[in-house]
């Protein structure tokens, strides 16, 4: 089976750097991804990695080990409204269709 | 615009009794997805599609059923053999099962078992 590791919550100061992290267990890989959810709300793509090193998109990056099994978000000159929930999401396994999520990061971006 | 529309977005339902969740997207993606979400917690997937007439089981299928006839709708009915099925109800739908396949999500539906 698949299954992602990552911590439960985060807080940060507005303006500062905060990494999240993600662990990963699956029989095939296809590519890491991360999404960003608001309470209440949907959750939105944010960045994919399927080869080892930092993807940056804006403030935010993303960067994979595959070798490690593992991978990280990158949030930058953090703002109020990057407080949500991150996940991060393997698509592996028996299909590339298939996109299994870890349990969330709740990022709390405080003043 | 195009986009994901998921209905009803509140549902009550009682005990014993089936209820379907719709979904629909006008996007022209090949495979859709049904997630379930409770409080404070991850995306745990239900079912997957991949193409028209297929779908696969994903992690927690049991008191599911879905089908897929049409290219734009993903239906989820949950059967009254789901012991617990008060929850958030996320349906997606993506371009590819390669490269990012960047998954678009609905607002979701909620359900609540009374």
């Known amino acids: 089976g698949q299954s992602l590791e990552q911590p439960s919550e985060v807080t940060a100061v507005e303006g500062a750097i905060v990494q999240i992290n993600c662990t990963y267990q699956?029989?095939?890989?296809?590519?890491l991804s991360w999404y960003q959810q608001h309470d209440g709300g949907a959750p939105t793509f944010l960045s994919y990695n399927a080869l080892d090193g930092l993807e940056e998109t804006g403030r935010f990056s993303s960067f994979l080990s595959r070798s490690d099994s593992y991978g990280y978000l990158l949030l930058q000159e953090l703002q109020m409204k990057d407080s949500a929930s991150y996940f991060c999401a393997v698509r592996g396994g028996d299909s590339s269709y298939k996109l299994i999520f870890g349990s969330g990061t709740r990022l709390l971006v405080r003043p | 615009d195009g986009g994901i529309t998921q209905s009803p977005k509140y549902l009550f339902r009682k005990e014993g009794q089936n209820v379907t969740l719709s979904c629909e997207q006008n996007l022209n993606h090949d495979a859709m997805y049904w997630y379930r979400q409770d409080p404070g917690q991850g995306l745990r997937l239900i079912y997957y599609s991949q193409i028209v007439n297929d779908f696969q089981k994903g992690d927690i299928a049991e008191g599911y059923s879905v089908s897929r006839e049409k290219k734009e709708s993903f239906p989820l009915t949950v059967t009254s053999a789901q012991k617990n099925p008060t929850a958030f109800y996320l349906c997606?739908?993506?371009?590819?099962?390669?490269?990012?396949?960047?998954?678009?999500f609905g607002e979701g539906s909620r359900l609540t078992v009374l």
């Open positions: 699956t029989s095939g890989f296809y590519g």
């Open positions: 997606a739908s993506s371009n590819s099962g390669q490269g990012a396949g960047e998954l678009f």
